[in-house]
Each structure stands twice: as C-alpha cells, then as structure tokens.
C-alpha cells in the first residue's frame, strides 16, 4: 500500500482560544476514509495554540512556548483520541527533535517503530518535542520537521494541509492577480531566501517553510501535495478521486497531475 504523511498546521486545529472541533472531526474522518487507500501518518502542530486554550492566559503576559507547549501536548492528544475512538482506530504519539534525524541509528529505530505501527494498524501523530530541547535541536516548523517524517519512513507523498489552496506566482493573500501553480518541479532558490511569512498567530512557517520542504521531498526523489485544509475537497479529489482542481503538487516525475498517487 502506498504511504503518505499528512501535515496539519494549528490554525486548522484551533480557533478563538479553543479547539476547532469540528475542524478536528473533519480531518479524522478524513484519515479514516483514507485509512483502507494508504498507510497514513499524521504530523501535527498545535501543541502550544492548545497550551493557551486551557490556560485562558491573558495574551499580554509573557509565558515560555515550552511551558504552552507541555501543556497543551497531552489536550491535542486527547482530543484526538476521543475523535479516533468514534472510528475505533488505535493513535500513538511519537515526539521527534531534530537531532533524531541525525544518526543512522536514530532513524533506523524511527523507521522500526513506523513500520511496526503501520504492521499494527495504529495511526502515529508526530509533533516536534521542543519541550526539553535548545534551539539548536529543534526545527522550529512543523513544516521541515513532516518532510523528515515523510523521507525516513519512506512515505510517498508528504501533504500539508495549509490556510491556503496552493502555492501561488506571488503571495496570494497580498495579491489578487495571483496565479496558482498546480504543478512545480523545481523552486528557485531566491523563494527560499524569502523572510518567513506565516498567516497567523501560531504559525511558524509561512511558504518559505513550505517550499523547502518541497524541496527536500523533490531532492529525495518524493513528492508533495499543497493544499486546503480548511475545507478538504481538494485533498479527498487529489488523493481518493484522481482529480486535481485545486492544490499545489511538487513532482519531478509526474509531467500529468492528474496521474493519481493511488494507481
Ligand atoms: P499554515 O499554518 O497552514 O501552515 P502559514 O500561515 O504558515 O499556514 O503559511 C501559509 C500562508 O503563506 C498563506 O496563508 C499566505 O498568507 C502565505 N503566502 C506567502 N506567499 C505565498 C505564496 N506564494 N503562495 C501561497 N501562500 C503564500
């Protein structure tokens, strides 16, 4: 079966200081119609927006990310469970640093622990462990931190589900004129020297994040597929039906889009 890792950003998962529930159900039932097509791997952010919505902190006050991001870890896992338990599928955390890709070792024993879950039926939710960690450690993006995923467990596809249909000739939300690419191949490396422009709050991406992501997929020999989160049609048309309106796909191989992943 093929394997795809899906990539979530917390401002799909939170929303006016709680969690986006219905959101969240959207894209569980999501994973479980696409369960039965692929071996599924969920990389998610959202520690940190969900340390906030338990603490109801006044925004002004100064607290550490990591103490947010302790905090919040265990909520966006149990809520996530709750959801996964209406479909009776098994989750399990795993929380990576930066320095976990370093080694061969290190790697070999994430690939094991991937491929026994996958063996296992379970659905592993990755998210960056910046708890414990410095800086240096750390990815600091969800973004660069699922195409590793993607990469060392030899998924085919890294999809990142975006506030954003695609990626665009120009910043789509500064520029009406902006034209979305549906299919790239290779990124000039002038975008990736671009400053990081995330949407919002939580964000630590941005398209620069993105697109360095798409090209280490590129440069691995893998693909990656841009696209809504928010509202899922073009994600289910794109990986379920063959089709490709909407959503940005990052391929050297693929001269036709439409050319599904799942034949
Ligand atoms: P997420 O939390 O979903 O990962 P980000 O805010 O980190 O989202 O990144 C997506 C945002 O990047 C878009 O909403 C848009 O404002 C911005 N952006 C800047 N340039 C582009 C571009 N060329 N194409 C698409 N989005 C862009």
Redesign the pocket.
Known sequence: MKRITLKV????LTENNSIAKQRMLNLVSFIVRLKPHYDVILVSSGAVSSGYTALKLDRNKKISKKVLAAVGQPILMSNYKALFDIYDVNTSQILMTEENFDSVAHIDIFRQIINAQMENDILPIVNENDITTISEQVFGDN?QLSAHVAHRSDSDMLVIL???DG???????EHDDAVMQKLVSEIPELELKQVD????EF?S???VT?LKAAKFMLDQGREMFLCN?YDLTSAEDFLMNGQHDKGTLFSRTRSDSLQSLDT
Do not use: W
């Not at 950003?9 to 799909?12: A, E, F, P, W």
């Not at 990626?167 to 939300?173: F, I, L, S």
């Not at 422009?197 to 919002?200: G, I, Q």
């Open positions: 950003g917390s401002g799909m973004d975006s506030d954003i990626y665009y000739d120009k910043n789509p939300t422009s995330p949407n919002h964000a991406g941005g398209i993105k989160g």
